[in-house]
């Protein structure tokens, strides 16, 4: 996972710019991140908990927060699931 590159490459004005004392580059995330973020969406919303749980556990290893927010609404949903399997991951990505 994090030898995916997530992040556009800054320009070498930007660079420059950064090493002479301005502003920070800001990271900008990949547009096939969003795709990515999409299928850990599908998998968190999927029926079977099995699939549920083992993204949840997948996702207790991410510490990206721009690729965890949008999925955080799906992930306190998981706490409320009928399956002890997907409420026990969902309380380890909440607080890992």
């Not at 609404?73 to 909440?94: F, T």
Request: net charge positive; aromatic share 6%.
């Amino acid at each position: 996972w994090e030898v995916v590159p997530k992040y556009q490459e800054p320009t070498s004005d930007e660079v420059l710019r950064a090493a002479s004392g301005g502003q920070p580059v800001p990271r900008k995330l990949l547009p096939e991140m969003i795709l990515v973020c999409n299928a850990l969406m599908n998998d968190l919303n999927h029926p079977n908990e099995f699939v549920r749980g083992s993204m949840l556990r997948f996702l207790c290893k991410v510490k990206d927060e721009e690729i965890l927010g949008p999925l955080i609404p799906s992930i306190k949903a998981c706490l409320q699931h009928r399956h002890q399997y997907v409420r026990k991951n969902a309380v380890l990505a909440v607080f890992h």
